[in-house]
């Protein structure tokens, strides 16, 4: 088996809901490093070469349940393997010249020792929790090894008792090792093999059929572990050079009684699994500097568009190398954005040979210029067209979405489709006919000027529906989409406050601190669920204004102490440039009028001082010795880097903030809108659902009730499909001022008015990780389930569509609100199924309280009901499905009938967490 890496996946039941299996049901060897961490939720087992490997994905996998195990070779060491020049001579047996090894003495003990100390036990410090032993076999290349093989067999069982020995909890996996003896076997857990049908010769790159003769002997061999040992399983790793067969040749595998894994000759292709995977990966491809991916219009722009598709957005830069893996195991189709000219042959090169109606391909933006490029659109002609333009044939969307003034005179080349879905047909001034918007069996075209209709100051609107126009590109089908704007059936609600300010003095009687406004007008009078952060240095005695600093540290105690508060940290210093703590570019000089961040003396930012440290003040000063720092809110830019966001991860917090969602009437819509999360490698920044009022006040400058405006934003985000929660985020200078303070009053009135799920912004940033960590699998007579970090509570689904109540598990019902279907989805292990048409009985169609229990049976005529349900104001709850309800425990609940009598209603005068059992008809 080939040594260059083995990921051998394992998602395990999470810590959060998913319960362990005792043996794994689908593994995976990947030997690759590109495939997106969601795609790895999958599998129950995997195995990671350790300097190939993040400490951020080894966390992660180990988070949604994954286990995860370092590939180790017992029998040799490759020359380009970093500990190679600590081997000794005497060491060393021979060379197995077909990889550049070398065969180690496994019967030296001091061979044993450096194993267990130089590749074991660093890989189990950094996180793993276990060993996939390889080239146990190996010793066979070498004389000793033949005329002595009973040796080293002993010698590799020594190596194994003194890994179980130091690591009791290690999962151990061998690769064949038929000739271990006996007393080691119950220290294995399962046993790997390769070629069972299908094999791979690495020396001449070619893919071979085992012949009978080779997989009866092979059988032989696992006769003793078929009989002897039935529950530690057997894994057939097969291979083929297309994926076209591999759930084929898996099927039967798994009929023959092994866990099956199929990939290629360089096992950097993710094989089948069972139940199937659902691709929700979407690659995505922008021609900005790595660095700059969250400014490019394919982070900007299709970010959202992608996230409530259902599909999770794996960003590239054109600038990088293209991909070295297959695409057709992990992505539904790659979406590329041209807008500066750095665009890549080479890479369109690539992708052109693997462009088909099952990897599409979609190009927005700028014309391509290079010819392999232009190959993507599959176009007939491209030209620039004569003026003026005149239009028809147009899909029902453009110039009817938002933008509604088609370019006739565009300067740029567009294409001229022969057969293709048109969207827009334009012809020119000399008859001829061109298509800038359209889609084809392995793609589609959207290109500038007609993707967006653009205004001053980076105001745009699109000129057609992106969202069906994505669905029809990618050839999307029906499924679930994670959601993270709704609870329960209604629109989440959230409340954060940034630190800054919180020792302003406010322009009422006394002149009290603005955080003292905040609590008595803000906290106390709107009892909603709020996540409050300080800035250290405005606070603490050892900062910029120790004479305040008592009272200011009084008033963090007594919000942090508050019910409806959770402790969040806004920084030591606030930064305003985090990518410059890393090393990163500085600003431009007209972007740092307020420095690089507060003026402290004597002090430069750092990312140990600004995260660790501000994180203890707040924890040893500030909060309940039960209720310690849980988010981490960023500062400034709010663009962290890797090791930003890997510090706020390790700390155990959740991190928030940035993003740029402010659509308004006059200004952006649809193009305002950010998406939810910037992934960075396997890190993920949780955006801010909506921006602050810095936005509405012109930066502070006035008007000062400008954040009133902030509801028109929730509106539109409403209007269009509900696109966002309503998120209310500001600072405490807000209470500075009677207009800002009345704006926050209206703000909050405006909130409770609507059917909103109060929740904390940390509950809101973990339903965000859900939709990027995790994989979503299908069974075969079409049960929906997830797995990774988290549990989805709701996912939408097509309006032809119904949850099928009858089949479903953790299912609780669904409501249909903006344009949208919205399922609930409760405990840690739904399984959703669809129908056509809804099912009989009853369900809930909302509440504003998530939903922690929910049981329905049929006996008798009747329908049993039992629900829980846990929020941050009394309970309401709406029932549909039922004519008439009895309730059958002594639940402190009041029964009534909505206005249009089809509703049961069942509402808490003052619980916020209830228990109901109802008998139904």
Same mark, same amino acid.
Request: proline share 7%.
């Given at each position: ?16 809901g ?34 190939? +490997? ?14 995860p ?41 001091? %061979? ?7 590749l ?12 996939f ?6 010793? @066979? ?21 003194? *890994? ?6 290690? !999962? ?18 399962a ?33 003793h ?9 057997l ?33 950097? =292709? ?37 996230? !409530?598709?259902? @599909?999770?957005?794996?960003y ?15 992505y539904?189709? %790659?979406?590329?954005w ?25 190009? #927005? ?29 147009l ?56 993707v ?14 992106p ?8 050839? @999307? ?25 919180? *020792? ?12 003292? $406004?905040i =609590?008595?007008? *803000? ?36 919000? #942090? ?5 959770? $402790? ?42 600004e ?11 500030? +909060? ?76 502070? +400058? ?7 405006? $902030? ?50 912004l ?16 299908? +069974? ?37 609100v903006?344009?949208? =279907? #919205?399922?609930? @989805? ?44 846990q ?23 009041q ?27």
């Amino acid at each position: 088996m080939s040594r260059t890496c083995l990921l051998f996946i394992t998602l395990l039941a999470s810590s959060f809901g998913f319960s362990a299996p005792s043996t794994p049901h689908n593994v995976a060897f990947y030997y690759g490093d590109e495939a997106p961490i969601g795609s790895l939720y999958a599998y129950d087992w995997v195995v990671l070469q350790q300097d190939r +490997t993040s400490d951020a994905r080894l966390d992660l996998l180990d988070k949604g349940g994954t286990r995860p195990l370092t590939y180790i070779s017992i029998g040799e060491m490759a020359r380009s393997h970093r500990y190679y020049r600590q081997l000794k001579d005497h060491w060393k047996l021979g060379k197995n010249t077909a990889w550049q090894s070398s065969v180690l003495d496994i019967n030296n003990p001091a %061979v044993q020792q450096f194993i267990l100390d130089k590749l074991v036990a660093p890989a189990m410090e950094r996180g793993f929790q276990g060993v996939f032993m390889d080239t146990l076999d190996s010793h @066979l290349l070498t004389d000793q090894g033949k005329e002595d093989p009973a040796s080293f067999a002993e010698s590799q069982a020594r190596l194994i008792r003194a *890994i179980k020995q130091r690591y009791p909890s290690a !999962r151990l996996i061998v690769n064949r090792g038929f000739h271990l003896p006996e007393s080691v076997h119950p220290l294995i857990d399962a046993l790997a093999f390769e070629s069972w049908r299908n094999g791979y010769d690495a020396s001449r790159d070619q893919y071979t059929i085992v012949s009978d003769n080779d997989r009866e002997w092979l059988g032989g061999q696992l006769t003793h572990w078929r009989e002897e040992h039935p529950a530690v399983p057997l894994i057939a790793i097969d291979y083929a050079g297309r994926g076209d067969n591999a759930d084929d040749q898996a099927r039967r595998l798994r009929e023959e009684g092994f866990i099956p894994y199929i990939s290629n000759g360089a096992l950097n =292709r993710l094989g089948p699994t069972q139940p199937a995977t659902v691709k929700r990966h979407v690659l995505v491809i922008h021609d900005l500097p790595t660095e700059r991916m969250d400014q490019s219009a394919a982070h900007r722009r299709l970010g959202i568009i992608l996230e !409530r598709l259902g @599909l999770v957005p794996v960003y590239r830069s054109a600038q990088e190398p293209h991909p070295q893996e297959p695409l057709e195991d992990r992505y539904a189709g %790659v979406v590329i954005w041209w807008e500066t000219g750095n665009r890549s042959s080479d890479l369109c090169q690539w992708l052109g040979g693997r462009q088909s109606p099952t990897m599409p391909v979609i190009t #927005f933006g700028q014309a391509p210029v290079e010819t392999a490029c232009r190959t993507l659109l599959k176009t007939t002609r491209l030209a620039v067209p004569e003026a003026p333009l005149s239009f028809n044939s147009l899909h029902p969307s453009v110039g009817q979405y938002e933008g509604g003034r088609l370019p006739t005179a565009p300067t740029s080349p567009l294409p001229a489709m022969q057969s293709s879905n048109t969207w827009i047909t334009a012809t020119s001034h000399d008859g001829r006919k061109f298509h800038p918007v359209y889609t084809f069996d392995s793609g589609g075209a959207a290109l500038d000027p007609f993707v967006l209709e653009h205004g001053p100051d980076d105001q745009a609107f699109w000129l057609f529906n992106p969202f069906e126009f994505l669905r029809e590109a990618l050839r @999307l089908g029906t499924f679930p989409a994670i959601d993270s704007t709704t609870e329960s059936g209604r629109r989440i609600l959230t409340a954060h406050i940034d630190g800054d300010g919180l *020792i302003s003095r406010a322009e009422f009687p006394g002149s009290p601190l603005s955080a003292e $406004v905040i =609590r008595k007008q *803000i906290l106390k009078q709107f009892p909603l669920p709020h996540t409050v952060s300080v800035i250290e240095a405005e606070t603490s005695p050892r900062g910029l204004y120790p004479d305040v600093s008592g009272e200011a540290e009084a008033l963090a105690r007594q919000m #942090f102490e508050m019910d409806n508060v959770e $402790v969040a940290s806004h920084t030591y210093s606030h930064p305003f440039f985090w990518q410059i703590l890393e090393g990163g570019p500085a600003p431009d000089l007209e972007f740092t009028q307020y420095g690089y961040s507060m003026n402290v003396p004597d002090y430069n930012a750092n990312l140990d001082r600004e995260i660790d440290g501000s994180v203890s003040y707040i924890n040893d000063r500030l +909060t309940p010795p039960d209720k310690p720092v849980s988010v981490f809110l960023w500062t400034g830019d709010a663009r962290p880097g890797k090791r930003a966001l890997a510090k706020v991860r390790e700390l155990g917090l959740i991190n928030i903030n940035g993003g740029d969602t402010h659509p308004m009437p006059y200004d952006s819509e649809l193009a305002g809108v950010w998406p939810d999360a910037r992934p960075v490698g396997d890190e993920l920044q949780v955006y801010a659902p909506v921006m602050n009022e810095n936005v509405y006040t012109n930066l502070w +400058t006035g008007p000062f009730y400008g954040f009133r405006n $902030v509801i028109d934003s929730f509106e539109i985000l409403e209007a269009k499909g509900r696109l966002k929660p309503v998120g209310i985020y500001y600072h405490f200078y807000s209470g500075t001022r009677s207009e800002s303070l009345n704006a926050l009053k209206e703000v909050y009135q405006y909130a409770r008015s609507q059917s909103v799920t109060p929740l904390f912004l940390s509950d809101y940033a973990k339903r965000v990780q859900s939709q990027y960590y995790s994989a979503m699998t299908v +069974t075969g007579d079409g049960g929906y389930q997830w797995r990774g970090i988290g549990s989805p509570s709701t996912v939408r689904i097509s309006r032809d569509r119904f949850p099928d109540l009858a089949r479903s598990e953790g299912v609780a019902g669904y409501n249909d609100v903006a344009e949208q =279907r #919205f399922v609930h @989805l409760v405990g840690a292990e739904p399984m959703l199924h669809l129908s056509p048409a809804p099912t009989k009985g009853p369900y809930v169609e909302s509440a504003n309280a998530v939903i922690t229990e929910w049981q329905r049976n049929q006996a008798s005529g009747k329908w049993l009901l039992k629900i829980a349900l846990q929020g941050h104001q009394p309970v309401s709850l709406r029932l549909a499905g039922a004519d008439h309800c009895k309730i059958t425990n002594k639940a402190p609940v009041q029964q009534s009938r909505d206005a249009n009598a089809k509703r049961l209603v069942f509402s808490s005068a003052a619980n916020d967490r209830i228990r109901l059992e109802l008998e139904c008809s």
